[in-house]
T-cell receptor, first 109, second 113 residues
């Protein structure tokens, strides 16, 4: 089976930096991606890592280590609007896309 | 550009009833997906279609069937609804290949009583 483990909840204050980890065990691996979902909304794509290393997109960065089956999403200069759930996802091959259990981020003033 | 459109947005079914959730995308994507989302369980893959003419089981396929009607449309059918199928259902699509950006519909909130 597939397993993508994330912390269930993370809390932080405005302006801070927060890291959300994802550890995966999958039958195949063709890249790690991250999605954001606000309450009542649909998931939206944030970033993708196909190779080891750091990818930066504005205030968000994502990191991948394939040898450790591990990745993380780094959110900087946190804003209230960043309060949402964050999911990692793995393309396990043949276009099969599986998601982690999700991390709820609560940003306080 | 509508993206991914799901219908209906809300539905209440009685146990044993059947229904079909519809999904259509206008982005010429090859791959389409159905997920269910339950509190604390993340997004669980029900079925997916890597390309037109193919469908494959995901992580939780029992109790569901799918049809990839054409490149644009991918429907999910519940033949005999059960309370355990109460959930929010999301359809998604992506181009396939190395690009893993998936685009999601707004979801269908289904309650089975």
């Amino acid at each position: 089976g597939q397993s993508l483990e994330q912390p269930s909840e993370v809390t932080a204050v405005e302006g801070a930096i927060v890291q959300i980890n994802c550890t995966y065990q999958t039958s195949g691996f063709y890249g790690l991606s991250w999605y954001q979902q606000h309450d009542g909304g649909a998931p939206t794509f944030l970033s993708y890592n196909g190779l080891d290393g750091l990818e930066e997109t504005g205030r968000f960065s994502s990191f991948l280590s394939r040898s450790d089956s591990y990745g993380y999403l780094l959110l900087q200069e946190l804003q209230m609007k960043d309060s949402a759930s964050y999911f990692c996802a793995v393309n396990t091959g043949f276009q099969k896309l599986v998601f982690g259990t999700g991390t709820r981020l609560l940003v306080s003033p | 550009n509508a993206g991914v459109t799901q219908t209906p947005k809300f539905q209440v079914l009685k146990t044993g009833q059947s229904m079909t959730l519809q999904c259509a995308q206008d982005m010429n994507h090859n791959s389409m997906y159905w997920y269910r989302q339950d509190p604390g369980m993340g997004l669980r893959l029900i079925y997916y279609s890597a390309s037109e003419g193919t469908t494959d089981k995901g992580e939780v396929p029992n109790g569901y069937n799918v049809s990839r009607l054409n490149k644009r449309e991918f429907s999910l059918r519940l033949e005999s609804a059960a309370p355990s199928q109460t959930s929010v259902y999301f359809c998604a699509s992506r181009t396939g290949g190395g690009n893993t950006e998936a685009f999601f519909g707004q979801g269908t909130r289904l309650t089975v009583v």
